[in-house]
C-alpha cells in the first residue's frame, strides 16, 4: 500500500473515531452551539431596536437588522465550534490514546487530520442549524446568485478550516481540557469586538482599527455581501490572507507540538 493510500485510510479512520466521540458526547457541541442562538435571539428580539439605530443614517428595522445579524452569528458559530476541537485534543493527549497512537503502525499525521476534518464537518453542520433558525426567524437572502451561495459556503468552509487548525495547536499545548477551553476563548471573544453586532463606524475612533482588522470582521464583511449584495471591498482579499496564515501557522504549530518528544 502507498504512503498516500496509508495516509488516506488511516485518516478516514481518525475521522469515524472523532465522529462517533462527538455523538456519544454531544453535551459540549449542543453547548458551544446553543451560544450563537441564544445570542442571535437575543440581539434579534431583546436589543435589536436599540442595537439596529447603529445601522445605516436612520437606523433599521427589525428584518434589516437580522440580515446584518446573521453573517456575523455564522461566524460566531464557527468560532463557537472549533473550541470543542482544542478540548478533544488535550483530552486525548492526557488520556494516553495519543502515546498508544504512537506505538501503532498508522501515519502519523492522520490523529491531527481526523480532529480538523471532524470540527469543520461539525462547524458545516452548526452553520446549517443556526442558519435554519436564521430563516425561522426572518432571514433572507434573495438578490444572491448560486455562485455567490457557493462563494458563501466556500469560504465558511475555509475559516472553518483556519480556525481549526489554530484550536487543533492551543489543545496541543494546553495540559487539560480545561486549560484547552480557557485557551480557545479568544475564538469566541473576537466576534463580540467585530461587526457580527454593530458596524465598525459606531464603535470609539480609537477601537476601529481593531475591529476592522481582525480575521472575523472582514470574513463577516465578505460573506454579508455575497449574500446581501453589500460593498464587500478590500475585505474579501483580507479574509482570504488571514485563512491562509492561520491555517499554515496552526498546521505548523500542531505538526511541531505534535512530533515533540513527550516529557
Known sequence: MSSLSLAV???????????????????????LLL???MLL???VYIFGDVMSAGIGDGGADRSEYIAYLVPGILMMTIGG???????????????????????????RGSVLIGHVLGSVLQCVMSVVLVGAVAVAIGFRSTDATVLEWIAAFGLLALFALALTWIAVGMGLVSPNAEAASNNAMPLIF???I?????????????FQPIAEYQPFTPAIETLRGLLLGTEIGH?????????LALTVLGYFWSKASFNRDPE
Open 41 to 43: 435571539l437575543l440581539f
Open 81 to 107: 465550534t472549533t473550541i470543542g476541537s482544542a478540548v478533544s485534543v488535550a483530552t486525548d493527549m492526557n488520556e494516553g490514546i495519543i502515546a498508544r497512537f504512537r506505538t501503532m503502525s498508522i501515519h
Open 190 to 192: 473576537l466576534p463580540l
Open 35 to 37: 451560544t450563537p442562538v
Open 194 to 206: 467585530s461587526t457580527t453586532f454593530v458596524p465598525v463606524d459606531a464603535m470609539p475612533g480609537w
Open 9 to 31: 485510510r488511516d485518516s478516514s479512520t481518525m475521522l469515524r473515531r472523532n465522529l462517533l466521540h462527538a455523538r456519544r458526547y454531544p453535551s459540549l457541541t449542543l453547548n
Open 235 to 243: 475585505n474579501g482579499w483580507l479574509v482570504i490572507v488571514w485563512c
